[in-house]
């Protein structure tokens, strides 16, 4: 009987052991850390959280967390008809740098010499129409674009600032044509790209693409196909010398090449760790990047060739999103903290505009009767 009960306890120790450690080697579902959220709240364009701020936010549940629409600016920063119509001049001389702001819903207009801010509500985007703002350029016909990652169109606006509404897709919003966007490029035929990543369809229409519209803003098809190259989540598409295209892959951490006429895949540039967003170039001819996060956190510069030059990151800032080479060499960069110039050392010059920036992009009227070229290296 004693050796019987010995033997049961035994057994109920081994198998309570066993039990122990197949438990311990359990995986675990962490809850996600703060750049987890950023980095979802950047490939989606939603506040990623834990918990819900309002009704309308949507559990989104491949990341298991909250998708919630950016909040607002409880004061919106007026238009202001002095700042514009010196914002207006500057852009028949020097040229300004268009700049999306997320919590404003603005389109603010820099500098393009000194990257000093000059109008904060150069654009006061629609409330009703605005998710969230990447990239604002200009097209042949003297109209804003202004692409918008959550509510998946290309609005636009007149440079009186203007709402003209939807320019593509043609007729509104269209998820079989494209949803989640970021970066936008003109072709050298007026037609419009658009970056493609459809967050909540990975495998849906036209996602990990570059689609095309014409100077109408009707569909023409994908410029570059999904998933060329390895492509996967795009976060901009940019002609450099009206040579080729390059892509940044975000997911895949590369700057792709493609195509001028035919978006067909050519081959890496170059490796990019990790998450890169903008893609400009130097008047030397050197590209441009600027990298959210990861080992080469900051602006990541490479030869032509794609050999890296340097990365430039200033211990005072973090998560970087655009970026454009002002003429004193130095780079005018925007993160999710503001609008910033650093130097090639990589050291903080000045702090230009506190917010939520995207994307940075030249504006330059040839001029008075303000014909507008999109022309971004012609002033170089």
């Known amino acids: 009987m004693k050796r019987t009960t010995i033997a049961l306890m035994s057994m109920i120790i081994v198998m309570t052991l066993v039990s122990l450690i197949s438990w311990s080697m359990v ?16 490939q989606t364009g939603y506040l990623a959280t834990t ?11 491949r990341y298991e967390v909250y998708l919630c629409e950016m909040p607002r600016a409880t004061v919106r920063v007026p238009a202001a008809p002095e700042a514009r119509a010196e914002a207006l001049a500057l852009a028949q001389t020097g040229g300004i740098l268009l700049v999306p702001d997320i919590l404003t819903r603005n389109v603010m207009a820099f500098n393009a010499i000194t990257g000093d801010l000059v109008d904060a509500a150069f654009i006061e985007m629609d409330e009703d129409a605005t998710g969230t703002p990447v990239h604002a350029i200009i097209s042949p016909n003297n109209r804003v674009l202004v692409s918008d990652q959550t509510r998946n169109v290309v609005h636009q606006y007149n440079l009186d600032g203007n709402y003209l509404g939807i320019f593509a897709p043609a007729g509104g919003a269209n998820p079989e044509i494209m949803e989640n966007i970021r970066g936008m490029a003109l072709r050298p035929n007026g037609n419009l790209l658009v970056t493609v990543y459809e967050w909540d369809n990975a495998n849906g229409f036209n996602a990990n693409s570059v689609v095309e519209f014409d100077t109408d803003g009707v569909f023409v098809g994908t410029f570059v196909t999904a998933g060329a190259g390895g492509l996967n989540a795009p976060f901009d598409v940019y002609l450099r010398d009206n040579v080729d295209w ?19 895949f050519i081959a890496e540039l170059a490796p990019v760790n990790d998450f890169p967003q903008q893609i400009a170039q130097a008047a030397n001819g050197n590209v441009l990047v600027a990298n959210y996060a990861g080992a080469q956190e900051g602006i990541v510069e490479l030869t032509p060739e794609g050999a890296l030059v340097g990365v430039y990151n200033p211990a005072e800032l973090g998560q970087y999103r655009g970026v454009y080479e002002l003429p004193n060499n130095n780079l005018l960069v925007s993160t999710s903290a503001g609008v910033y110039e650093i130097n090639r050392a990589g050291e903080l010059v000045s702090t230009k505009y506190t917010g939520y920036p995207r994307f940075i992009e030249l504006m330059m009227l040839q001029a008075p009767d303000a014909f507008v070229f999109y022309l971004p290296m012609m002033f170089r």
Do not use: H, M, N, W
């Open 51 to 61: 918990e819900p701020l309002t009704d309308d936010c949507v559990f989104d549940e």
């Open 246 to 264: 390059l892509v940044s892959s975000s997911l895949t951490d590369q700057i792709l090449r493609y195509g001028l006429d035919t978006g067909d």
């Open 27 to 42: 995986p675990v579902q962490a809850e996600p850390v703060a750049i987890d959220l950023d980095r979802i709240s950047e």
